[in-house]
Nanobody
């Protein structure tokens, strides 16, 4: 499975931004897709995940502000980010796993995209 993340950019605090993660190759192996982010000097952190059937899980820090969704027909997962804060600034990575659950630890994901930078200015 190859993952291509896109949609990052610069946005003011309180604004919105949408990310996309397009999968290609053996997309049937992308059962659960997640977004992680990594700020400079920090470990990669879980943001949100969605299973093939549409079950979702969010980090407490983004619950109510971010929405993850997927279009299985087009093998694409989206992350809509609203009410952005300066602490959301990071490189965002999408990741995929063949699992049917919603792991929050990076090691459970087999495939990773290249990352897209989100910068929130205060």
């Amino acid at each position: 499975v190859q993952l291509q993340a896109s949609g990052g950019g610069l946005v003011q605090a309180g604004g919105s931004l949408g990310l996309s993660c397009a999968a290609s190759g053996r997309t049937a192996s992308a059962g659960t897709v997640a977004w992680f982010h990594q700020a400079p000097g920090r470990e990669r952190e879980f943001v949100a995940a969605i299973t093939w059937s549409g079950r979702t899980r969010y980090a407490d820090s983004v619950e109510g502000r971010f929405t993850i969704s997927r279009d299985n027909a087009n093998a694409t997962v989206f992350l809509q980010m609203n009410s952005l804060k300066s602490e959301d600034t990071a490189v965002y990575y999408c990741a995929a796993s063949s699992t049917t659950v919603l792991p929050t630890i990076p090691g459970y994901y087999d495939y990773w995209g290249q990352g897209t930078l989100v910068t929130v200015s205060s």
